[in-house]
């Protein structure tokens, strides 16, 4: 699988720049705690995933990242990172978590589905991926691009993404049992999705982290012993400015669910209009610009269990 990968980005055009040491050539990017998605090898290899035709944004509505973004600079993300005001997944982050933590037909997992990039992706590297979104006009859209990325090439090894339309709360009861979590959750009410009242970014905070705890439960319910989980999340801030405590939240969550948090790493996110906005942000209420997301790993179960499982699994 990892030829055809390279394979398919290669043929794009996309690869200007090549990974960089032994370690990258290895793990695609260097296995460490902080993830620099500034880098230029990492960038090429972002563009050459997106011109195969992955589209994240398609189904949502535009300007989704705060309802005025212009009074909104307390938020960048690279993971979930604003086009337009709409949020795309990170097509390198993904590629490196199912290399590390998956191997060849692994089952996926996705509570929180939203875009196509973590369907897709899996698909294209030989792994099964089931994902649930309340947005019907989502999972059109991310089907039609599994059409022209993923079926239309007709390739034995690679496998259709699944995704259902519906509300993860009672879904994920129906989700198949899973050898990896690979999610991104609403950031409370940062983006607003719709006016469906089961729609976790139309909640308070407490209402939001019981609702978001309950799904987290029964998505480890689905998880295999002996297997990874990932999760990309990051603190955010409330109306009266101060920061809600997500990822703090979201450990806890996890842990009291049977996965222990495993590794911890840093996504650290490119400038880009970060410095324009830097001094309308810090100096009316010194707030400092964030560029950052927090990339949480769990493990449920022995961790020694699941990496020999992985060794003997087709990992990558």
Same mark, same amino acid.
């Given at each position: 699988?990892?030829?055809?990968?390279?394979?398919?980005?290669?043929?794009?055009?996309?690869?200007?720049?090549?990974?960089?040491? #032994?370690?990258?050539?290895?793990?695609?990017?260097?296995?460490?705690?902080?993830?620099?998605?500034?880098?230029?090898?990492? *960038?090429?290899?972002?563009?050459?995933?997106?011109?195969?035709?992955?589209?994240?944004?398609?189904?949502?509505?535009?300007?989704?990242?705060?309802?005025?973004?212009?009074?909104?600079?307390?938020?960048?993300?690279?993971?979930?990172?604003?086009?337009?005001?709409?949020?795309?997944?990170?097509? #390198?982050?993904?590629?490196?978590?199912?290399?590390?933590?998956?191997?060849?037909?692994?089952?996926?997992? !996705? @509570?929180?589905?939203?875009?196509?990039?973590?369907?897709?992706?899996?698909?294209?590297?030989?792994?099964?991926?089931?994902?649930?979104?309340?947005?019907?006009?989502?999972?059109?859209?991310?089907?039609? *691009?599994?059409?022209?990325?993923?079926?239309?090439?007709?390739?034995?090894?690679?496998?259709? @993404? #699944?995704?259902?339309?519906?509300?993860?709360?009672?879904?994920?009861?129906?989700?198949?049992?899973?050898?990896?979590?690979?999610?991104?959750?609403?950031?409370? *009410?940062?983006?607003?999705?719709?006016?469906?009242?089961? !729609?976790?970014?139309?909640?308070?905070?407490?209402?939001?982290?019981?609702?978001?705890?309950?799904?987290?439960?029964?998505?480890?319910?689905?998880?295999?012993?002996?297997?990874?989980?990932?999760? #990309?999340?990051?603190?955010?801030?409330?109306?009266?400015?101060?920061?809600?405590?997500?990822?703090?939240?979201?450990?806890?969550?996890?842990?009291?669910?049977?996965?222990?948090?495993?590794?911890?790493?840093?996504?650290?996110?490119?400038?880009?209009?970060?410095?324009?906005?830097?001094?309308?942000?810090?100096? @009316?209420?010194?707030?400092?610009?964030?560029?950052?997301?927090?990339?949480?790993?769990?493990?449920?179960?022995?961790?020694?269990?699941?990496? *020999?499982?992985?060794?003997?699994?087709?990992?990558?």
């Amino acid at each position: 699988m990892e030829n055809i990968i390279e394979q398919l980005l290669e043929s794009t055009g996309k690869l200007t720049t090549r990974k960089k040491g #032994v370690l990258a050539e290895k793990y695609v990017v260097s296995p460490f705690s902080i993830l620099y998605t500034r880098d230029g090898s990492w *960038q090429s290899r972002k563009k050459a995933w997106l011109s195969l035709g992955l589209r994240s944004e398609l189904g949502r509505d535009k300007a989704l990242t705060y309802p005025q973004i212009e009074n909104r600079t307390d938020f960048v993300g690279e993971a979930i990172k604003a086009k337009g005001g709409t949020s795309v997944f990170d097509p #390198v982050l993904t590629e490196c978590l199912y290399r590390w933590f998956t191997g060849t037909n692994y089952q996926v997992i !996705d @509570p929180f589905a939203g875009g196509s990039v973590r369907g897709i992706i899996a698909g294209l590297m030989g792994r099964k991926y089931w994902g649930c979104d309340l947005s019907q006009k989502q999972i059109s859209a991310n089907k039609q *691009q599994a059409e022209s990325i993923i079926i239309k090439r007709n390739e034995p090894k690679f496998h259709v @993404p #699944v995704w259902i339309t519906g509300d993860s709360l009672t879904e994920m009861y129906t989700a198949p049992q899973a050898d990896f979590i690979l999610t991104c959750p609403p950031y409370g *009410q940062l983006e607003k999705y719709s006016d469906d009242p089961r !729609d976790l970014s139309n909640m308070d905070y407490n209402t939001f982290i019981d609702v978001y705890g309950k799904i987290i439960s029964i998505s480890i319910e689905k998880l295999k012993d002996n297997r990874f989980c990932a999760i #990309v999340v990051g603190n955010f801030r409330n109306k009266l400015g101060f920061y809600e405590d997500f990822v703090g939240d979201t450990v806890r969550i996890f842990q009291k669910e049977g996965a222990k948090l495993y590794n911890d790493a840093i996504l650290v996110n490119q400038i880009g209009t970060g410095a324009i906005r830097a001094s309308s942000h810090f100096d @009316p209420g010194r707030k400092l610009v964030k560029m950052h997301q927090n990339v949480l790993v769990f493990c449920k179960g022995d961790w020694r269990q699941a990496t *020999q499982e992985l060794k003997t699994g087709g990992v990558l």
